[in-house]
């Protein structure tokens, strides 16, 4: 079993920045990938942007320049820099990590609001 937590969110202005944390019970440097998704009201759970165990990163369109996705795996810490927000980036984001059996682990979730 892996617990993750999240933190970091909060409300901030459209064009600032957050950097959300993802805090593993122990280590998920063998996990295939780890990565953010977002849920905003009424609509489904999104990925926003992944890690491999190879560092290899890939980030939904909309994010693309704007967000950074980056691991400490000393610290079995993944984090998601978030810059230039926009109110379209409001909704819950949900931290992730993935087995390579395909069994999928999720924090709580943290909120994100940008207002305009």
């Known amino acids: 079993q892996v617990q993750l937590v999240e933190s970091g969110g909060g409300l901030v202005q459209a064009g600032g920045s957050l950097r959300l944390s993802c805090v593993a019970s122990?280590?998920?440097?063998?996990?295939?990938?780890k990565g953010w998704y977002r849920q905003a009201p009424g609509t489904q759970r999104d990925l926003v942007a992944i890690?491999?165990?190879?560092?290899?990163?890939n980030y939904r369109d909309s994010v693309k320049g704007r967000f950074t996705i980056s691991r400490a795996n000393a610290k079995d810490t993944m984090y998601l820099q978030m810059n230039s927000l926009k109110p379209e980036d409001t909704a819950v984001y949900y931290c992730?990590?993935?087995?390579?059996?395909?069994?999928?682990?999720w924090g709580q979730g943290t909120q994100v609001t940008v207002s305009s």
């Open positions: 890690v491999t165990t190879g560092n290899r990163t």
């Open positions: 992730n990590a993935l087995t390579w059996g395909g069994h999928a682990y």
């Open positions: 122990r280590s998920t440097l063998s996990f295939s990938t």
